[in-house]
């Protein structure tokens, strides 16, 4: 599976919008870009997922060139709450699906 | 009502005793999973079953055993304990074993101190 690289730590304020960039430059045709929240002592939760343009939920954006090469997740107006690890994922729409994880960017909201 | 979870959420023991994790989801999911995330908090997958049947098995050691008796549980025994296997361990689970637009949906953890 392609190798995702984000940064390892960022810090913002509270209702700042945060923008996480992953590069992804051996995306797959059939590779799903993936993210994923872990607060503390919690299990990963999923956020989004697109293949190219832009996805928008509840929750966040996330944009994706035409190259799929990388990715932006958007999350707007953080709050102290959004304070976790986010990790970016290219996931493979093949049987046994098998989600491998990175180091993830630890996101630090502060007051 | 809890999607997937995990008993006993804490495990204390001591080196060469054998431990059970239990896991259960009420989502309907034909598919469950076991994670460890080690004190760096890489998050490393461990096994996968689909329907019972096991579907992936990474390089993990032979004392960690997953028994699954039903699509809802997914339990992991594991023999004579080491230092080594100190870490939180998750359970997921997700509606079919294939497709990566497939979501897994992950239980509170286990926390487990081999001492």
């Known amino acids: 599976l392609a190798k995702t690289t984000q940064p390892i730590s960022m810090d913002s304020y509270e209702g700042q919008e945060v923008n996480i960039t992953c590069s992804h430059n051996?995306?797959?045709?059939?590779?799903?870009i993936t993210w994923y929240q872990q607060f503390p002592s919690q299990g990963p939760r999923f956020i989004i997922q697109?293949?190219?343009t832009k996805v928008t939920n509840e929750v966040a954006s996330l944009f994706i060139p035409a190259d799929r090469k990388s990715s932006t997740l958007s999350l707007p107006r953080v709050s102290l709450s959004d304070t976790a690890v986010y990790y970016c994922?290219?996931?493979?729409?093949?049987?046994?699906?098998?989600?491998?994880f990175g180091s993830g960017t630890r996101l630090s909201i502060r007051p | 009502d809890t999607a997937v979870s995990q008993t006993p959420k804490y495990l204390v023991t001591q080196m060469g005793n054998d431990k059970s994790i239990k896991c259960e989801q009420n989502?309907?999911?034909?598919?469950m999973y076991w994670y460890k995330q080690d004190s760096k908090k890489f998050l490393k997958i461990m096994f996968s079953?689909?329907?019972?049947?096991?579907?992936i098995n990474e390089t993990v050691p032979n004392r960690f055993s997953p028994k699954s008796p039903d699509k809802a549980h997914l339990n992991l025994h594991i023999n004579s304990l080491e230092l080594g296997d100190s870490a939180v361990y998750f359970c997921?689970?997700?509606?079919?074993?294939?497709?990566?637009?497939?979501?897994?949906?992950f239980g509170p953890g286990t926390r487990l101190t081999v001492l």
């Open positions: 997921a689970s997700s509606l079919t074993a294939g497709g990566g637009t497939d979501t897994q949906y």
């Open positions: 051996n995306i797959a045709t059939n590779d799903y």
């Open positions: 697109g293949y190219k």
């Open positions: 994922l290219l996931l493979r729409d093949s049987s046994a699906s098998k989600i491998i």
């Open positions: 989502l309907g999911h034909d598919t």
């Open positions: 079953y689909n329907n019972k049947e096991l579907i």
